[in-house]
């Protein structure tokens, strides 16, 4: 968005529009639906992806067409993550730092995009987004750089991500119990709104144990990033929710780092890093007008942008997690992590 303003955010969008390709979702609707399925968290059955992950239709769907369709670029970054992970805060941070040149965010930083666009309508999802409703999006108009993002496991990333020497992915992890308190609750208003009961929280534990989440098992989604991220750390940076919220500035110059753009000296003494970091605070955030007031288009309907901020803290689960529960989600993590490196 180099001399482009916020309004010129849509004319981009509607340059990249492209075509439809029914017959191509079709293909793919016709290979899910003889996927072995089960009851999941919402009112859709999660289907069980031949790569051993679990999603309901659509966005399986989605995934299979980016695969098919989407060409990468040495310059784009992807932004993965479980749901409810800190997908909303890292889309914020890299839009942020990226675009600091043109969008200062020190001031104010009153007229940012971030005031009038939500993060997951300034960097898409494959699945959700932009691969969705029979969709073939010519993102090769798009200018660089561009982000992308993604709930898709490593497995199954675009194989043309994979590929592309310089395309890099930001993975964000979070504490497996407050992950699941997350998708929890945002999966109970979507009950709430199909007209079902909320699912109580034994239930929607019982089914996150077995890997039956969105995306999940939530284990198998970490350790193939991280897997990813010891092999080649130039293509993947690893970061987690409670690492970030002790020291967001920390993690911000990481990520500025990460993507070619490293704060200079000058920057670091005129507060640009500390000044990221405000204007992608949750309370900051969370009072901005397009999160008030501004909707995103998701595969599974509008939701409104308040929807993805919640409480926006870490250990929220032993508000509601029975310790035993808790420790059992905690003996899965340490026996699946175990010699992986990564610390519980
Ligand atoms: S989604 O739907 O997958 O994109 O959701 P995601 O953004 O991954 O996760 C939502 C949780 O992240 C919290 N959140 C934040 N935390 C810190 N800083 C910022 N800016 C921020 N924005 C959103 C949000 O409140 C959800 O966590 P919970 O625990 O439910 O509050």
Request: net charge negative; charged share 20%.
């Amino acid at each position: 968005m180099s001399s482009s303003s916020v309004q010129t955010f849509p004319k981009q969008e509607a340059d990249a529009e492209g075509e439809t390709n029914p017959e191509l979702y079709q293909h793919f609707a016709n290979l899910v639906s003889s996927l072995p399925s089960s009851k999941g968290l919402s009112n859709n059955r999660l289907y069980r992806h031949d790569r051993g992950w679990h999603c309901s239709v659509v966005p399986i769907v989605g995934a299979m067409v980016a695969d098919a369709c989407f060409n990468s670029r040495p310059s784009d970054i992807i932004v993965a993550t479980l749901p409810k992970s800190g997908t909303t805060w890292m889309k914020s941070l890299l839009y942020a730092t990226v675009h600091r040149r043109e969008h200062p965010v020190d001031d104010g930083a009153a007229g940012h995009p971030l005031n009038s666009w939500g993060p997951h309508q300034l960097i898409k999802f494959f699945e959700y987004q932009l691969y969705t409703g029979d969709k073939v999006p010519d993102l090769d108009k798009l200018p660089d750089p561009r982000h992308f993002a993604t709930h898709v496991p490593f497995v199954s990333l675009p194989r043309s991500v994979v590929a592309t020497p310089g395309c890099k992915i930001v993975y964000v992890c979070r504490d497996p119990k407050d992950h699941l308190i997350s998708q929890w609750d945002f999966a109970n208003k979507f009950r709430v709104k199909d007209g079902l009961e909320p699912l109580p929280l034994e239930d929607a534990a019982e089914l996150f144990c077995a890997g039956l989440s969105p995306f999940g098992p939530y284990w198998d989604h970490v350790l193939g990033y991280w897997g990813a991220h010891r092999a080649d750390p130039d293509k993947v940076l690893f970061f987690r929710y409670e690492e970030m919220q002790r020291d967001p500035a920390a993690h911000v110059r990481r990520l500025a780092e990460f993507v070619g753009l490293p704060f200079s000296s000058g920057e670091e003494d005129s507060g640009v890093v500390d000044a990221v970091v405000a204007l992608c605070s949750f309370e900051r955030m969370r009072g901005m007008a397009a999160t008030k007031g501004g909707r995103t288009e998701l595969s599974f309907g509008v939701v409104p942008n308040s929807s993805f901020f919640r409480q926006g803290v870490v250990g929220d689960w032993v508000n509601h997690l029975s310790p035993e529960m808790a420790r059992r989600i905690d003996a899965i993590t340490a026996d699946k992590f175990k010699g992986s490196g990564l610390l519980v």
